[in-house]
């Protein structure tokens, strides 16, 4: 997701300090909801369970109200509130909480995304932060860095070039329709390990090197931009299962490096 600007300009730090003051925002309209033995969770489809909390909605609001200060002319799609049109060249894509299943469990694998693309463009800026353990991580306009307890650090993913050598990572082990459950399979049975429930925490820790691979199906934009942005300024691959550009979502393949990812690719195919 190649990109000119840069974050040492006027433009850079000031979307870099934009996205900041979001996640801020969003962690504090979320962490009081998280693990509260008040939380409830609706479903937003009447076939299955997907579920929406109050904290997402309330996070997503308070995400764009932060951004309406600072940047009013900007455009938004956000995964609870849709799209929001703005006369400016940027639009921010949102998912207040990456993870909602995992955040009504009280487990702490959501996390908050934004990323930031050009107008009829790709992403250029992403972000994932982690609010209750307290990890942000960044990706795009010259910046590759987590903020973790350790302090500042520089996202560099793995050297793994083998799959047999890899760490796998999913959020659902039925991922997709059978045909892509069997793609995927054909993958996990070569991995040296494969877990699952991770959501957007997955690429995080593809990102910061001590994992390899996500292979998920089914994502959004607001799913996968922001993570896309912070693999790929990280030194890692991120596409589509037939090796197009991941920022529409759809069957995901994030992988720490061009060899892997190669691997990975014809495997999903084969």
């Known amino acids: 997701?190649?990109?000119?600007?840069?974050?040492?300009?006027?433009?850079?730090?000031?979307?870099?300090?934009?996205?900041?003051?979001?996640?801020?925002?969003?962690?504090?309209?979320?962490?009081?909801?998280?693990?509260s033995k008040f939380l409830t969770a609706k479903s937003k489809t009447v076939i299955g369970f997907d579920p929406v909390t109050v904290a997402d909605r309330s996070a997503e609001k308070a995400m764009?109200?932060?951004?309406?200060?600072?940047?009013?002319?900007?455009?938004?799609?956000?995964?609870?509130?849709?799209?929001?049109?703005?006369?400016?060249?940027?639009?921010?894509v949102l998912d207040p909480i990456d993870g909602t299943r995992a955040f009504i469990s009280g487990a702490p694998t959501w996390g908050v995304l934004i990323s930031v693309e050009r107008k009829g463009g790709v992403p250029i800026f992403g972000l994932i932060d982690?609010?209750?353990?307290?990890?942000?991580?960044?990706?795009?306009?010259?910046?590759?860095e987590a903020v973790t307890r350790s302090?500042?650090?520089?996202?560099?993913?793995?050297?793994?070039?083998?799959?047999?050598?890899?760490?796998?990572?999913?959020?659902?082990?039925?991922?997709?329709?059978?045909?892509?459950?069997?793609?995927?399979?054909?993958?996990?049975k070569r991995a040296k390990l494969t877990r699952y429930g991770f959501d957007c925490y997955g690429y995080a820790l593809v990102a910061i090197g001590t994992a390899d691979l996500v292979i998920e199906a089914g994502l959004s934009s607001y799913d996968i931009q922001a993570p896309a942005c912070v693999i790929e300024a990280a030194g890692g691959i991120v596409s589509t299962w037939d090796g197009k550009p991941a920022f529409n979502g759809g069957r995901i393949l994030a992988a720490s490096n061009e060899k892997l990812h190669k691997k990975a690719l014809d495997y999903l195919n084969s």
């Open 130 to 144: 982690q609010p209750y353990i307290g990890e942000r991580f960044f990706g795009g306009v010259g910046l590759s």
């Open 1 to 35: 997701m190649p990109c000119t600007l840069n974050y040492r300009t006027l433009e850079g730090r000031d979307i870099v300090n934009t996205a900041i003051a979001m996640a801020d925002a969003a962690r504090e309209a979320i962490l009081p909801h998280f693990r």
């Open 151 to 188: 302090g500042k650090n520089k996202l560099k993913t793995s050297g793994v070039e083998e799959i047999e050598d890899a760490i796998l990572l999913s959020t659902f082990p039925e991922i997709g329709t059978e045909k892509e459950r069997n793609a995927f399979i054909k993958v996990s």
């Open 64 to 92: 764009i109200n932060v951004l309406k200060k600072r940047r009013p002319f900007d455009s938004v799609l956000g995964e609870e509130f849709g799209e929001l049109e703005g006369q400016g060249k940027y639009r921010w």
